[in-house]
């Protein structure tokens, strides 16, 4: 039997906020253990909470640009666990009344623009980071306890359950982070666990309206998890079915090592978490100007972005979907495309080895960048030796113009001097010009070789051409 | 407190002096009462010295620089072990103040020590205490009441001249009444609750103790006003000691609520606070009976909120990050085994029965339906502060019983049946003696106020104080 | 009609280890708690909705500006069992609810 695939995705989004949800801690990554700490994010007894404005403003943005209903009640509540890395053995959320609700992302799968449904965007705190004393949690005897990370803001984003492959889940979460990272809300490195994705995943008979049972698969801390992970799991499923089995409700987790989704031991009752309305915080009431203001302020989404690369500066998808990728490409783009350089060579400068350097290097000033284009419009050089000065751009700190004065990289103007080099070399072979004129054209590629060795590539090829088709067929 | 103020301005008394007195006084008394857990002699006296030397440079901190208190030991002081009278906590040294004791201490307060209470103030006896029963001085065979009934003994009994109390459902009016003392439970949201071990947060105020009705609304004037650290503390505003004007009662309505003189009120009690209503008839104020008719299920309302709450509070008591820790061979078992060593009684079955009203299956039912009977309970109180000024109503049931006499721990929520409205309507409550029994033990008389009308409770308290001290409202 | 079951159930959500006696206690206070939980059932609330803070505040939020956070010592200082700077606690197993 054929199945269709039903995925849905929630998606953790750490806030880039400088301190914490809930106290005035800092976020910063990295610090020794136990160093951004007090006594609201330990939980410590007597302390109490109180909600960074910050947080709620990118909540909001993030809500916005997911195309969100944005909610001008909402109301905190606590979600009851015991967790070594939860201070307060409860968890600060929003469960019954979300910040943002009933939204949707828009992406290109291909050529084809599709569209997710986001169910629901809400608030809450992040738990602190175990340790576990062989690295992993199954088989350690003793875990440790950093509360650095714990009470930083989180946004938890839910899809509906209309994705349809694992490819595309793929898509939608890249185009989720990238969202996140232009509205400015989240660094979004899913290596250091700023963004998270958890996936559910059911099975159904090709064209049913009836979902199947679903299965939770954690700890995708990559796209390339993500996708695989849920490759591997439509698989089992639909092997399972196949064999007249049942798919078991249940939490997975991705195994990177073995490629396989392992099932969580699941001992006990299902959770009950117990959630009730946070009595320590009164509920978030928004001002309707205040959602406005950040609306009209909103920075430009990727999607846009893409269709004005396109349509203003008439680039490829292709090179659109380069350049909202990589903002910072993009930004230099926008600053020389604006000075009216060549829309397509500058894209194809910054996507070629310009890319390359610039990741091991970091940017050129863009100013830098236009100095090496104009000389390449003036003809000054030829693209091959523009290459060998983009390296060296990126070492010195002269202009590409003082680069090829310096290197003496010009490329050789004078037809008469040029035209004497082509006559040296057709005179230094002349058998092989006879076989030439005897139709053994491949040969000509030689000609322009030798002629470009002897002036060390520093001649414009178009006019090697010219000059080698104007000798060889005027003597004939 | 305003002839001590005096004496200490003139220089005929030093801080050092009373403070000296107060723990030759606890010395004397505490071997029977015990309403200490801990008595902070060379603290006192070192805040008491420090207030000398202000007072000495013409620096005092405020009028009542030097003048000692004691605090309930579930508020939060930093550098002085906070037990909450539990065993797991009887190590518990607080890294901060909470903001009581701030205020307190910026008014140049000497701590004297931390009084007892029932385990997380949970109880109306202080029986429940890890740290033994605290006595009643009128009656060494019954009870302080509480759960506030340290700080209320301590009182009475002259060890301190005011003290600081917590209030959930009547855990200072109701062992002020049995005490004999002036208890105010302040307007939620009127006092910070920032370093106040929590109970049930949507309950839980700190209030005063003392004497005299002037030296609580004293202590009120140095603890009220918004602060910063507690959300639901917003816009609260502060409270300058009002200048006592007993002719306020002349055209005062005062509610009297027939649900609190019907059955299971004792017949003395009764009479005692009939007669103070008829001295305020006398002096001009218009008794108006009004009804309550939700009252009958504020205990019902109030039990089912204040377990299911206090089972999410004291959740944070795992033993990663404080406590008296049971080692085990996993962190679940660790938990339980410390939270059931750690935990008294009482405090397991509040969990226990918060635990189970919160559980998904028995929310709606139980949880959710005493948050609507809440609204009706607190629509009735809006209602009658319609019609009048205050309400009046005796504190509790009975006066002081003897200690072990209350078995059945349904039978001990009972003594919170008069006190427990104002806690979930959030208006204010002062408890003052109107009185003594045949046997001689202290009966309280309530005076409701509207939310945020701490002022005219104050006042109208002084005037029945007046009337009681003319001999008109006592049998001795 | 809460059974043995029940109060086990609650107790491993509360993690709270109880000794026979005290299971059997509670199970008698539950069932004696819930008589009184019927009786809030008979109370029409169909025109109410429910009072979860007990004053209808604006909740002030707080700018996003960092404080000081305490030193490390002050806050493993009360730590039952403490490790190279970080809190240690056993074997974690997961799955339990």
């Known amino acids: 039997m054929k199945y269709d695939i039903v995925i849905g995705l929630e998606i953790h989004v750490a806030l880039l906020t400088e301190s914490k949800f809930l106290c005035s801690c800092a976020t910063a990554f990295g610090a020794p253990p136990n160093t951004q700490c007090c006594p609201v994010c330990l939980g410590l007894p007597g302390a109490l909470p109180l909600v960074n404005e910050q947080a709620v403003e990118y909540a909001v943005r993030a809500g916005l640009a997911l195309n969100c209903e944005i909610n001008h009640f909402s109301r905190f509540d606590r979600k009851n666990y015991f967790y070594p890395d939860l201070p307060k053995a409860y968890q600060i959320t929003q469960d019954v009344f979300p910040i943002c609700t009933n939204g949707y992302l828009e992406y290109y799968i291909d050529d084809v623009l599709r569209r997710t449904t986001i169910t629901r965007l809400h608030l809450e705190e992040e738990a602190g980071k175990l340790v576990h004393s062989s690295g992993s949690i199954v088989d350690s ?8 990370r714990a009470g930083i803001p989180l946004i938890e984003i839910v899809t509906a359950p209309d994705i349809t492959s694992p490819r595309q889940a793929r898509l939608f979460l890249e185009q989720l982070r990238l969202l996140m990272l232009y509205m400015g809300v989240s660094d979004t490195k899913m290596e250091e666990g700023s963004l998270r994705c958890d996936a559910n995943i059911s099975l159904k008979p090709a064209g049913s309206t009836v979902l199947g049972t679903k299965v939770e698969i954690k700890n995708l801390n990559s796209f390339r998890a993500l996708e695989r992970a849920l490759e591997y799991e439509a698989a089992r499923q639909s092997r399972v079915l196949e064999q007249g089995g049942e798919i078991k409700q249940e939490s997975r987790t991705w195994d990177e090592r073995s490629g396989r989704t392992l099932s969580m031991r699941s001992k006990g009752d299902a959770p009950d978490y117990r959630i009730f309305p946070e009595p320590d915080l009164p509920p978030l009431r928004l001002e309707p100007d205040w959602v406005f203001r950040i609306r009209e302020t909103l920075p430009e989404r990727p999607l846009e972005r893409l269709h004005r690369l396109e349509e203003s500066y008439g680039l490829s998808r292709y090179e ?98 040029l035209k004497g ?9 002349s058998e092989l010009v006879e076989r030439y004129r005897g139709g053994e054209e491949k040969l000509w590629g030689f000609f322009v070789g030798q002629v470009m060795r002897t002036v060390q590539g520093k001649a414009d090829p178009q006019m090697v051409n010219e000059l080698l088709k104007g000798e060889l067929t005027q003597k004939s | 407190m305003r002839r001590l103020a005096e004496l200490l301005q003139s220089k005929q008394i030093s801080s050092t002096e009373i403070v000296r007195g107060c723990l030759e006084r606890i010395e004397e008394t505490e071997p029977v009462l015990n309403a200490f857990i801990t008595v902070d002699e060379e603290g006192a006296l070192a805040q008491a010295a420090a207030a000398d030397r202000r007072r000495a440079a013409g620096e005092p901190l405020s009028p009542w620089d030097g003048i000692p208190l004691a605090v309930k030991d579930n508020i939060s002081t930093s550098g002085l072990r906070t037990t909450c009278a539990s065993r797991f906590l009887r190590n518990y040294t607080p890294i901060f103040d909470a903001t009581v004791v701030e205020r307190v201490k910026r008014a140049g307060l000497p701590i004297v020590g931390k009084t007892n209470l029932d385990e997380f103030a949970m109880g109306s006896s202080t029986e429940y205490s890890a740290f033994g029963v605290t006595k009643n001085p ?46 105010l439970k302040p307007s939620y949201g009127r006092v910070s609750r920032y370093g106040a071990v929590a109970l049930a947060p949507s309950l839980d105020q700190v209030g005063t103790l003392a004497r005299k009705v002037e030296d609580a609304a004293i202590l009120f004037s140095l603890i009220a006003g918004a602060d910063p650290r507690d959300a639901v503390s917003a816009g609260a505003p502060g409270f300058p000691v009002p200048v006592w004007d007993d002719t306020v009662v002349r055209g005062l309505r005062v509610g009297v609520p027939e649900e609190f003189f019907s059955s299971g009120l004792n017949e003395e009690v009764e009479k005692a606070v009939k007669r103070a209503l008829q001295n305020l008839a006398d002096q001009g ?18 039990l089912t909120l204040v377990t299911a709450e206090a089972s999410s509070c004291l959740a944070r008591f ?8 049971v080692e085990a061979a996993d962190a679940n078992t660790m938990f339980a085994k410390s939270r059931g060593a750690g935990f008294g009684h009482e405090v397991k079955r509040r969990i226990m ?64 049946l008069y006190t427990a409205t104002a806690n979930l309507s959030g208006v204010c409550a002062l408890s003052l003696p109107c009185g003594v ?40 | 009609m809460i059974d043995r079951q029940d109060v086990m159930r609650m107790a491993r959500l509360a993690r709270l280890e109880l000794s026979e006696e005290e299971i059997e206690l509670y199970q008698r206070d539950l069932n004696s708690f819930l008589v009184s939980g019927r009786k809030l059932q008979q109370v029409d609330v169909s025109k109410v909705e429910g009072t979860s803070h007990a004053v209808a505040v604006i909740g002030e939020l707080r700018p996003d500006v960092v404080g000081e956070s305490l030193p490390q010592e002050a806050v493993l200082g009360a730590g039952p069992q403490v490790f190279n700077g970080f809190f240690k606690v056993p074997r974690i197993v997961e799955g339990q609810e």
């Not at chain 2, 104020?285 to 109030?302: G, K, W």
């Open chain 1, 141 to 148: 005897e003793y875990s440790l306890v950093d509360y650095n």
């Open chain 1, 320 to 417: 659109s979907t380069f350049l909202v990728n990589y903002a910072d490409f993009c930004q230099v783009f926008l600053e020389l495309a604006e000075e009216g350089e060549d829309n397509t060579d500058l894209a194809n400068l910054l996507m070629g080895d310009y890319a390359r350097l610039a990741r091991e290097q970091g940017h050129l000033e863009p100013q830098r960048l236009a100095g090496l284009l104009q000389i390449l419009q003036e003809g000054l050089i030829t693209h091959n030796q523009g290459k060998a000065v983009l390296e060296e751009l990126f070492k010195s700190p002269l202009s590409a113009r003082e680069i090829v004065k310096e290197k003496g990289w010009e490329v050789l103007k004078d037809p008469a001097q």
């Open chain 1, 421 to 429: 080099v082509v006559q040296q070399v057709l005179t230094a072979n």
């Open chain 2, 138 to 183: 009128h009656d060494p065979l019954r009870v302080a009441g509480g759960s506030s009934g340290g700080s209320a003994a301590a009182v009475a009994a002259e060890q301190v001249p005011w003290s600081l109390g917590t209030d959930t459902g009547g855990s200072i009016r109701q062992p002020a009444s049995f005490c004999g003392v002036v208890g």
């Open chain 2, 285 to 302: 104020a218009v008794l108006q009976p009004i009804s309550l008719p939700t009252n009958e299920y504020a205990i019902d309302t109030y």
């Open chain 2, 318 to 325: 795992d033993g990663v990050r404080y406590g008296e820790r």
């Open chain 2, 353 to 416: 029965l918060g635990t189970y009203v919160l559980s998904a299956s028995h929310y709606e039912a139980y949880y959710e339906q005493a948050q609507k009977v809440r609204t009706l309970i607190k629509q009735d109180v809006a209602r009658a502060f319609q019609e009048v000024d205050v309400i009046v109503t005796p504190t509790t049931p009975t006066t002081a019983f003897k200690i072990g006499e209350k078995r059945n721990p349904l039978e001990m929520y009972l003594s919170d």
């Open chain 2, 437 to 476: 029994d045949s046997q001689g033990l202290p009966i309280g008389l309530q005076i409701i106020g509207d939310h945020f009308g701490e002022e005219l409770v104050f006042q109208v308290a002084h005037a029945v104080e007046e009337s009681v001290g003319r001999g008109t409202g006592s049998e001795v």
